[in-house]
T-cell receptor, first 114, second 114 residues
Framework: AQSVTQLDSQVPVFEEAPVELRCNYS??????LFWYVQYPNQGLQLLLK??????LVKGINGFEAEFNKSQTSFHLRKPSVHISDTAEYFC????????????FGKGTRLHILP | ETGVTQTPRHLVMGMTNKKSLKCEQH?????MYWYKQSAKKPLELMFV???????ENNSVPSRFSPECPNSSHLFLHLHTLQPEDSALYLC?????????????FGSGTRLTVV
């Protein structure tokens, strides 16, 4: 069975500073990896996904993530955050072979400080 | 709008009421999902439907009853709920063919059980 660990429940960062949101996964099989963002009072929106190929994945809103198979990590980064990035961010994994459902981490709330 | 529409956006119901949540997508997706999002808990997968057939019931109490009349519509029928069932209920869909493995989420129904 797969699982996802997001080590930080909240991350405060100053506006225009860089940020990294950490994600580690556990799986005995090959996986697909995702990051989703949830703005207040909204559903989840896909930021980026890793399916295969290059381990550095670029997504929307200037975010990127790097797949590290040896460390079973998929950390999300942005070089300069804006107040509009205030949201909850979810890392998720699905089984590459079965691919019938997606398992989410508990989420990391990103606080942008002025 | 993401292409997945959930109604109502907010619902307050008593423990003896019967109500239904509706999810609709016209993206041509053929898998649909119900997730429950409670405060301080990870997103919980409730039900999975592939081509209108239920393929997973994640140990959900029988007071939640899903229905998928066609690939575009998904319902969650509610009866005799408990206060701990108060949560954000999210619907998602995805295509089962092709290389796009993205899940598209609706904005959710915020349910309060009183």
């Amino acid at each position: 069975a797969q699982s996802v660990t997001q080590l930080d429940s909240q991350v405060p960062v100053f506006e225009e500073a860089p940020v990294e949101l950490r994600c580690n996964y556990s799986s005995s099989v090959s996986v697909y990896l995702f990051w989703y963002v949830q703005y207040p009072n909204q559903g989840l929106q896909l930021l980026l996904k890793y399916l295969s190929g290059s381990t550095l994945v670029k997504g929307i809103n200037g975010f990127e993530a790097e797949f590290n198979k040896s460390q079973t990590s998929f950390h999300l980064r942005k070089p300069s955050v804006h107040i509009s990035d205030t949201a909850e961010y979810f890392c998720a994994v699905s089984d590459r072979e079965r691919d019938d459902k997606i398992i989410f981490g508990k989420g990391t709330r990103l606080h942008i400080l002025p | 709008e993401t292409g997945v529409t959930q109604t109502p956006r907010h619902l307050v119901m008593g423990m003896t009421n019967k109500k239904s949540l509706k999810c609709e997508q016209h993206l041509g997706h053929n898998a649909m999902y119900w997730y429950k999002q409670s405060a301080k808990k990870p997103l919980e997968l409730m039900f999975v439907y592939n081509f209108k057939e239920q393929t997973e019931n994640n140990s959900v109490p029988s007071r939640f009853s899903p229905e998928c009349p066609n690939s575009s519509h998904l319902f969650l029928h509610l009866h005799t709920l408990q206060p701990e069932d108060s949560a954000l209920y999210l619907c998602a869909s995805r295509p089962l063919q092709g290389s796009d493995y993205g899940y598209t989420f609706g904005s959710g129904t915020r349910l309060t059980v009183v």
